[in-house]
């Protein structure tokens, strides 16, 4: 089984690099070559990305359900706490399942990982 973490600094909104790498996570999450353990972490203003009450794909989104079938899949999805403190993000209003991470975890997470991608 390989590890992929997948870091995201890009905004939720305003470029596609989000959209991408949610893609990309959904894509590997559903292959059905190999058994890939995934995980995500949020930094910069990427950590956006994680807060409840987005617009549906109807409604022009469609990120939050996006996040929300990668978390029925078990992966697990942080966001790092210094860049959501810093944009008022807070654990009251994210979609159930994305925790506040740290930096810690990040590296952890890092030298657990045999691929480390980032958009």
Known sequence: MQSILIVVSAPAYGSERMLSALRLTTALATQEFETVDLRLFMMSDAVTVGLAGQAS???????????EELLTRDIEIRLC????????????????????????????WTLAADKVISF
Do not use: D, K
């Not at 794909?57 to 996040?67: F, K, R, S, T």
């Not at 810093?86 to 159930?96: D, F, K, Q, T, Y």
């Open 81 to 108: 706490r210094t860049c959501a403190l810093a944009r008022g993000v807070g654990e009251s209003a994210l979609i159930p399942g994305v925790v506040i991470g740290t930096l810690g975890e990040l590296a952890e």
């Open 57 to 67: 794909a109807a409604g022009g989104g469609g990120l939050q359900e996006m996040i």
